[in-house]
């Protein structure tokens, strides 16, 4: 019976020591994030899982090269008022035109074959005929981590050149250094 007293003695102990009025950690970028993003008080807006989704996919602990980025994105979400988001999916997301460019930015920053590839397909689908779309963003999708500074490269170059829908003449160079580079 005294152990057992003891017991619940020691856990009174260790949890009044613990407690404190205020979260003892400083806040992180992600939370800063989430903060400044999950405004539309929707149904699916878990703060923890924000959190957990920014370290992975944004955040400058992550992509330190894109602090500056990623700095600009938060600053413009702070600066919206609540009434900017609304729910999508049943999460808070800005209303469109808000903060667009910016994230666009950030995006190129952290990964930058996949979003340059996206919009090489899409531009490819607005402007050529019998172009399967899906095919195209499917290979952004599943392009590795090889060869990233080729490929930013080439594809910068079929964005600043696109005339037509094949490689463009300036960029053949760049699409021979990226084969070479893919298959040796």
Do not use: K
């Not at 970028?29 to 923890?48: E, H, N, S, V």
């Not at 979003?115 to 999708?141: A, K, M």
């Not at 490689?167 to 021979?176: D, G, I, N, R, V």
């Amino acid at each position: 019976m005294q152990s057992g007293s003891l017991g619940v003695a020691m856990l009174a102990v260790f949890c009044l020591a613990g407690c404190e009025d205020e979260y003892s950690l400083a806040p992180t970028p992600c939370d800063d994030y989430c903060l400044a993003t999950q405004r539309a008080g929707c149904p699916d807006d878990w703060p923890d899982d924000c959190v957990r989704n920014c370290e992975f996919t944004v955040s400058p602990t992550s992509y330190p090269d894109c602090a500056d980025e990623f700095a600009s994105l938060l600053g413009c979400y702070q600066a919206l008022s609540d009434r900017e988001f609304t729910c999508e999916f049943d999460e808070s997301t800005p209303l469109p035109g808000r903060c667009e460019s910016e994230e666009e930015t950030l995006n190129f920053c952290t990964n930058p074959v996949l979003h340059r590839c996206n919009e090489l397909c899409g531009r490819w689908n607005d402007r050529c005929e019998n172009f399967d779309p899906n095919i195209c963003f499917q290979s952004c999708s599943s392009s590795g981590d090889e060869c990233v500074n080729e490929r930013v490269r080439w594809l910068d170059c079929e964005l600043a050149h696109m005339t037509a829908c094949e490689t463009s003449l300036p960029c053949e160079a760049l699409s021979f250094e990226l084969s070479i580079c893919l298959y040796s």
